[in-house]
């Protein structure tokens, strides 16, 4: 046990302590740390550990740092079980107090889920930001519903849901959305990232992603890009670690029982690329499609809502030269390239010469994507 306190108390367990006597200093009534992680990078170790039984970890703790003087924002080091990982401590009541054999230690758990992959998520997207897709949003109504109420859907609540599209449709949006409107926490996990760099890693994230949703449901979780995890058996042989990934999504989705109000969606561009065995536990597959005219044109006057130079553009014909475009591309490729071209151009007011230019530099790029596969 050190610290970078001052450690006033003979009782202290750690015979490094410098003992300091005669303070006159309040025993901590409660103190609140947060873990931090190591002084300095050690390979082998994981910057992450998980507590298991809180009130144990109290003990633990209270026992390892009794006679120490907390002082918020300094740190606490653990040196018997994670020896040097070190706590910062976010509160302590009364402040420069001694830890006692009654003080009580908090630890803020949810700090350390941020770092992960699978992230608690908030957004500002409203579900009404949304053009289009009512499948998808009157699933969510129903899903809305269910989390109101979740007893009077019995046997018969929403699980598993499979998002489905062209890539800039609106699926990861709409979950942000939802993450926004509802009052229920939404865990994320962008697929890719659960292909670590050891073979193992992908399942206990998924594990601990399941097992943190079902302790705080009801709650959702996300998992976009699934293709990149369970991949058709087929493909799976190029990796060997995602077959191990994908038995342990099965595991866990099968592990959710029917009275726990946890609610899966995935997302992928490509559902026939799904392994079967996962692709089947989705009750619903829901498409997100292209926008049509009057969506394109909602698209577009939306997103000119936010054009930081004025403009004077012939809105009609956007939507015919924006035909086959996602809200990603109208946005990204047309709208920010043609802003873009206007601010290079020394102009302050975007003309349908600039959306030419744009609608232009998209097919040149869309063409050349093409041919890559040809
Ligand atoms: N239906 C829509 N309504 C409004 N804006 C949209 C819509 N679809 C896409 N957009 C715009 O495109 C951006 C990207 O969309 P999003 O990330 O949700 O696509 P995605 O379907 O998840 O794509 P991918 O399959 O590549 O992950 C959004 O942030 C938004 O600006
Ligand atoms: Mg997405």
Known sequence: MKSDNKKPEKKSTNPKTTLIENENREYAECVVLKPVGYP?????????????????????????????????????????????????????????????????????????????????????????????????????????????????????????????????????????????????????????TLI????????????????????????????????????????????????????????????ISENESVITIGATNNPTSLDYAVRSRFEEEIEFKLPDDAERLEIITNNLKTMPLKYDLDLGKIVKLTKGLSGRDIKEKILKTALHNTIASDSEIITMRNIDYAVNASKIKNSDIKGMFE
């Open 196 to 255: 670590g760099d050891h073979v193992g890693d992908g399942a206990s994230k998924i594990h601990e992603l399941f097992k943190k949703a079902s302790e705080n449901s009801p709650s959702i979780i996300f998992i976009d890009e699934i293709d990149a995890i369970a991949l058709h058996r087929s493909f799976q042989s190029l990796r060997g670690d995602v077959s191990e990934i994908v038995n342990s999504l099965l595991t866990e989705m099968d592990g």
């Open 40 to 192: 300095f990078e050690f390979n082998l170790m994981d910057d992450d550990f998980e507590i298991k039984n809180k009130e144990l970890f109290e003990e633990y703790a209270r026992e390892q740092w009794l006679g120490l003087v907390v002082r918020e924002n300094s740190h606490l080091f653990d040196q018997k079980i994670i020896p040097d990982y070190g706590f910062e401590i976010i509160s302590a009541k009364p402040d420069n107090s001694i830890i006692s054999e009654n003080t009580k230690i908090k630890l803020i758990t949810d700090e350390l889920s941020a770092k992960k992959d699978s992230t608690l998520i908030k957004s500002n997207i409203r579900l009404s930001d949304i053009v289009g897709q009512t499948n998808a949003k009157n699933k969510i109504k129903v899903i809305t519903k269910y989390l109101e109420d979740p007893e009077s859907f019995g046997p018969w609540a929403p699980k598993n849901i499979l998002f489905y599209g062209l890539p800039g449709t609106g699926k990861t949006m709409l979950v942000k959305a939802l993450a926004n409107e509802l009052e229920v926490p939404l865990y994320l996990i962008k697929a890719t």
